[in-house]
C-alpha cells in the first residue's frame, strides 16, 4: 500500500510570509496527525483529526497556525505569518483509528530566515 | 510532568550486542497503550513496536522486544543482534485512552551502533 505522502519536502521562507504543506494520508486511515518536531526534540502534536473532524489542537498556536481536513482525506497545515521558531520538521501521520500504530510521512523540513 | 521519559540521550553498542534503551511513563489512566519508533538520519519515523496496558505479554517483534514492567511503569525496548542499520534516535510514545489517544513522545536516545 501507499505511505503517507507529504509535500513539499523542504521549504525556505522569510519570516512573516505565510507557507502550507500537504498531507495525503494511507487510504483508509481514518485518524490524521500533524506534528512539529524541532532538532533534538520528540515530535509534538500539533492537531489531530478523526475523518474531518478536530479530536485535539490544544498544542496548535491558533494565532498562527491552522489546519484542515476536508472531506475527511487530505489535510493542509498552514502557518501565516511564520515566526522564526516556527523552524522544525513538520511531520503528517496517519493511522486506521485512534488506538493503532501511525504511519508517518517523510516530513516538510521548514527552514525561517 | 513529563508523560514520558527517556533518560538516556545517547546510546553506543557493538554490532551483534543487545542494547536496552529506557522508557519510563506517567498516567494514571488503566488503559493505555505505548509504542517505539526509530528515526534514522533521513528523518522518517518508523513504528518498531506496540505493547497495551492489558497485555500479559511482552510485545515481540522479530529483534525488538519490549520489556514491560507495569508496576515501574516502565516499556524499555531491547534490540537483539544489533546491527549498523539499527543506529538511529529512538523515540517512546504513550496515547491514553482517557485522553481521546493523544498521543505523546519521549525527547529520544541516540543509539549508534559500532563495528
Known amino acids: 500500500e501507499a505511505g503517507v505522502a507529504q509535500s513539499p519536502r523542504y521549504k525556505i521562507i522569510e519570516k512573516r510570509q505565510s507557507v502550507a504543506f500537504w498531507c495525503n494520508p494511507i487510504?483508509?486511515?481514518?485518524?490524521l496527525y500533524w506534528y512539529q518536531q524541532i532538532l533534538g526534540q520528540g515530535p509534538k502534536l500539533l492537531i489531530q483529526?478523526?475523518?474531518?473532524?478536530?479530536?485535539?489542537d490544544s498544542q496548535l498556536p491558533k494565532d498562527r497556525f491552522s489546519a484542515e481536513r476536508l472531506k475527511g482525506v487530505d489535510s493542509t497545515l498552514k502557518i501565516q505569518p511564520a515566526k522564526l521558531e516556527d523552524s522544525a520538521v513538520y511531520l503528517c501521520?496517519?493511522?486506521?483509528?485512534?488506538?493503532?500504530?501511525?504511519?508517518f510521512g517523510d516530513g516538510t523540513r521548514l527552514s525561517i530566515l | 510532568a513529563q508523560k514520558i521519559t527517556q533518560t538516556q540521550p545517547g546510546m553506543f553498542v557493538q554490532e551483534k550486542e543487545a542494547v536496552t534503551l529506557d522508557c519510563t511513563y506517567d498516567?494514571?489512566?488503566?488503559?493505555?497503550?505505548l509504542f517505539w519508533y526509530k528515526q534514522p538520519s533521513s528523518g522518517e519515523m518508523i513504528f518498531l513496536i506496540y505493547?497495551?496496558?492489558?497485555?500479559?505479554q511482552n510485545a515481540t517483534e522479530g529483534r525488538y522486544s519490549l520489556n514491560f514492567q507495569k508496576a515501574r511503569k516502565s516499556a524499555n525496548l531491547v534490540i537483539s543482534a544489533s546491527q549498523l542499520g539499527d543506529s538511529a534516535m529512538y523515540f517512546c510514545?504513550?496515547?491514553?485512552?482517557?485522553?481521546?489517544?493523544?498521543?505523546?513522545f519521549g525527547r529520544g536516545t541516540s543509539l549508534i551502533v559500532h563495528p
Open positions: 505493547q497495551g496496558s492489558y497485555d500479559q
Open positions: 483529526f478523526q475523518n474531518n473532524g478536530v479530536v485535539d
Open positions: 487510504s483508509g486511515h481514518a485518524t
Open positions: 501521520a496517519s493511522s486506521q483509528d485512534g488506538n493503532q500504530p501511525q504511519h
Open positions: 498516567t494514571s489512566d488503566p488503559s493505555y497503550g
Open positions: 510514545a504513550m496515547r491514553e485512552s482517557g485522553g481521546s489517544y493523544i498521543p505523546t
